[in-house]
């Protein structure tokens, strides 16, 4: 399972024709959760959820495929990670409010390298 789910995150982040199929997951798609979540104090707990775990999945295969995040990659610690992600990318989104539209990864692979690179 391991092997397929690799396979998929291989295929979409070379651009092969899975990524085709979640070209249109936009960081504005992935973001309306995350700041909903925030937000909302009925429904926040399941929209916080939905944006956590779709970050989990692709921090979880981004460690895998780096071998630990390379050289220029720090992520917090796996306790709170999911939510520290999430913040980081809330301010993303907040300071390139015209990039909204690339895709979801690509938001965060720019998140990880500029809240989250390793100091020299």
Same mark, same amino acid.
């Given at each position: 399972?391991? %092997?397929? *789910? @690799?396979?998929i +995150?291989?295929?979409f982040l070379?651009?092969?024709a *899975?990524a085709?199929?979640l ?5 504005k798609?992935l973001l309306?959760?995350c700041i909903?979540g925030? $937000?909302?104090?009925r429904?926040?707990?399941?929209l916080?959820l939905?944006?956590? =775990?779709f ?6 295969a !981004? @460690?895998? @495929? /780096? ?12 306790g $709170?990670r999911a939510?520290e992600?999430? %913040?980081? @990318?809330m301010? %993303?989104?907040a300071a390139?409010?015209? =990039? +909204?539209?690339v $895709?979801a990864?690509e938001?965060?692979l720019e998140? !990880?390298? /500029?809240? *989250?690179?390793c100091e020299p």
């Open positions: 399972m391991r %092997w397929f *789910f @690799l396979g +995150l291989g295929s070379a651009g092969g *899975f085709a199929d070209s249109d997951y936009s960081a798609r309306g959760p909903e925030d $937000n909302d104090s429904d926040g707990a399941v916080e939905e944006c956590e =775990q970050i989990r999945g692709f921090t979880e !981004f @460690l895998i @495929l /780096t071998e630990g995040g390379g050289s220029d990659v720090c992520l917090p610690p796996p $709170n939510d992600i999430r %913040w980081a @990318l301010r %993303w989104g390139h409010h015209r =990039q +909204l539209h $895709n990864g938001a965060l998140t !990880f390298r /500029t809240e *989250f690179a």
